[in-house]
């Protein structure tokens, strides 16, 4: 059975640092492409970093590039966000998701609060 477990956020200030972990299970994320989204209040959900399976090429929305960084750790079969000078228009829910065959799998999402 494929889940997505998301955890590490929480409230911190403009300029501050998160880690974001999606603990996987159910399958190797060292298999399959791995993302993180985002969605804020009354906004659409949105893509913000991409992990190739194999983690040879990563990708970022414009509005995190150089903040954000994606990535694996194989020995705990989990995707980590480090998210680095943060502003308050990273406040969101974020995503973790895979797709495997045809289908999508989100977890449950963490909350991500940036204010002083």
């Known amino acids: 059975q494929v889940q997505l477990v998301e955890s590490g956020g929480g409230l911190v200030q403009p300029g501050g640092s998160l880690r974001l972990s999606c603990l996987a299970s159910g399958f190797t994320v060292n298999n399959y492409a791995m993302r993180w989204y985002r969605q804020a209040p009354g906004k659409e959900r949105e893509l913000v970093a991409h992990?190739?399976?194999?983690?040879?090429?990563?990708n970022y929305a414009d509005s995190v590039k150089g903040r954000f960084t994606i990535s694996r750790d194989s020995a705990k079969n989990t995707v980590l966000l480090q998210m680095n000078s943060l502003r308050p228009e990273d406040t969101a829910v974020y995503y973790c998701?895979?797709?495997?065959?045809?289908?999508?799998?989100w977890g449950q999402g963490t909350q991500v609060t940036v204010a002083s």
């Open positions: 992990i190739s399976n194999f983690g040879i090429n990563t």
């Open positions: 998701n895979t797709q495997i065959g045809l289908i999508h799998y």
